[in-house]
């Protein structure tokens, strides 16, 4: 008897841990199921964490994301309305709202990000064709500076006026593909443009015309401060005139005034001793005249050598 009744029991709970096994699931916090039985969805999708339980055998647990979910386009290149070639490069990011819609309509990850593809892009290219380049690249009407504006053929400086702005083409693009994607049970959360930039033949072109430009800039910039300088220069010429003029007139004032002391001096001199004072000046004259090496032939009766002759008493 105990050999049959053990068995058996062996089996009640192999088939009790078999029924368990296929009945039980656990839903993680970034997962919501679907439960389908002979492929018809039943009951409604679960949402909330834990361990879950379904028919054995009978109904499948179809798992799909619950979290943010990221779409990353190929860049593209697109005409603006001004006739400009560019490539846009963009990303958006989603998430399944409705995951019994998105089980009969789309199913899995790689055909939601195909379909995602065929909306998404053309919704970028319908409003990015639509509007000039800077409404693309730009927000707002912040004034550009010297070395954003752009130069027309004129040579004059164009200020774009911003009537939409790159944030609101963005919100366009999700409103726009985001009422085609609600059918599937797709919510676009938001897209980004990752990245603009010119296709490669307007590239160079565009660079040069940059070069050329900012050269001009440079060239006015370095005129204006040649000129600056040159008046900086021209001012220090004139204050320097000046200064020696000022100079000159005092150091000359200066002069005539010693010259007039040593006049006057040389007078009251000459009044108290004119014979020594003759005496002093022709000494200076001699020191002034006769060197080591100097020669003078003169007469014997010559004024100039009479203090050679002696001194007359």
């Given at each position: 008897?105990?050999?049959?009744?053990?068995?058996?029991?062996?089996?009640?709970?192999?088939?009790?841990?078999?029924?368990?096994?296929?009945?039980?699931?656990?839903?993680?916090?970034?997962?919501?199921?679907?439960?389908?039985?002979?492929?018809?969805?039943?009951?409604?999708?679960?949402?909330?964490?834990?361990?879950?339980?379904?028919?054995?055998?009978?109904?499948?647990?179809?798992?799909?994301?619950?979290?943010?979910?990221?779409?990353?386009?190929?860049?593209?290149?697109?005409?603006?309305?001004?006739?400009?070639?560019?490539w846009v490069d963009t990303f958006a990011r989603w998430k399944i709202v409705d995951p019994v819609k998105y089980f009969q309509t789309i199913n899995n990850e790689l055909a939601a990000i195909e379909r995602l593809d065929d909306i998404i892009d053309p919704a970028m290219r319908n409003l990015v064709t639509s509007y000039p380049l800077v409404e693309s690249v730009r927000n707002t009407d912040r004034p550009m500076d010297t070395f954003e504006s752009v130069v027309d053929e004129n040579r004059k400086r164009i200020q774009y006026k911003i009537n939409l702005g790159r944030d609101e083409i963005t919100k366009r693009i999700v409103k726009q593909a985001g009422e085609k994607l609600i059918q599937f049970g797709i919510e676009l959360v938001d897209v980004k443009i990752k990245r603009i930039n010119y296709i490669e033949n307007v590239r160079q072109a565009v660079y040069n015309r940059m070069i050329a430009e900012r050269n001009q800039i440079a060239e006015k910039y370095r005129a204006e401060g040649m000129g600056e300088a040159s008046n900086i220069r021209g001012e220090k010429e004139k204050e320097l005139q000046v200064i020696k003029s000022q100079a000159y007139k005092d150091a000359q004032k200066i002069k005539g005034d010693a010259d007039a002391t040593a006049t006057k001096i040389y007078a009251d001199a000459y009044g108290v001793d004119p014979d020594f004072y003759a005496f002093v000046k022709t000494m200076e004259v001699y020191k002034k005249t006769m060197k080591k090496d100097s020669t003078l032939i003169l007469s014997t009766d010559s004024d100039f050598m009479k203090y050679f002759k002696g001194i007359e008493r």
């Amino acid at each position: 008897m105990n050999s049959i009744i053990k068995p058996l029991f062996l089996i009640v709970v192999a088939v009790a841990v078999l029924l368990t096994y296929s009945s039980a699931y656990i839903v993680d916090e970034t997962e919501q199921v679907v439960i389908t039985q002979f492929g018809r969805v039943v009951g409604q999708p679960i949402t909330e964490p834990g361990l879950k339980f379904k028919l054995p055998f009978f109904q499948i647990a179809n798992f799909f994301p619950n979290n943010l979910l990221t779409w990353d386009g190929d860049p593209g290149q697109v005409p603006t309305k001004d006739k400009t070639y560019i490539w846009v490069d963009t990303f958006a990011r989603w998430k399944i709202v409705d995951p019994v819609k998105y089980f009969q309509t789309i199913n899995n990850e790689l055909a939601a990000i195909e379909r995602l593809d065929d909306i998404i892009d053309p919704a970028m290219r319908n409003l990015v064709t639509s509007y000039p380049l800077v409404e693309s690249v730009r927000n707002t009407d912040r004034p550009m500076d010297t070395f954003e504006s752009v130069v027309d053929e004129n040579r004059k400086r164009i200020q774009y006026k911003i009537n939409l702005g790159r944030d609101e083409i963005t919100k366009r693009i999700v409103k726009q593909a985001g009422e085609k994607l609600i059918q599937f049970g797709i919510e676009l959360v938001d897209v980004k443009i990752k990245r603009i930039n010119y296709i490669e033949n307007v590239r160079q072109a565009v660079y040069n015309r940059m070069i050329a430009e900012r050269n001009q800039i440079a060239e006015k910039y370095r005129a204006e401060g040649m000129g600056e300088a040159s008046n900086i220069r021209g001012e220090k010429e004139k204050e320097l005139q000046v200064i020696k003029s000022q100079a000159y007139k005092d150091a000359q004032k200066i002069k005539g005034d010693a010259d007039a002391t040593a006049t006057k001096i040389y007078a009251d001199a000459y009044g108290v001793d004119p014979d020594f004072y003759a005496f002093v000046k022709t000494m200076e004259v001699y020191k002034k005249t006769m060197k080591k090496d100097s020669t003078l032939i003169l007469s014997t009766d010559s004024d100039f050598m009479k203090y050679f002759k002696g001194i007359e008493r």
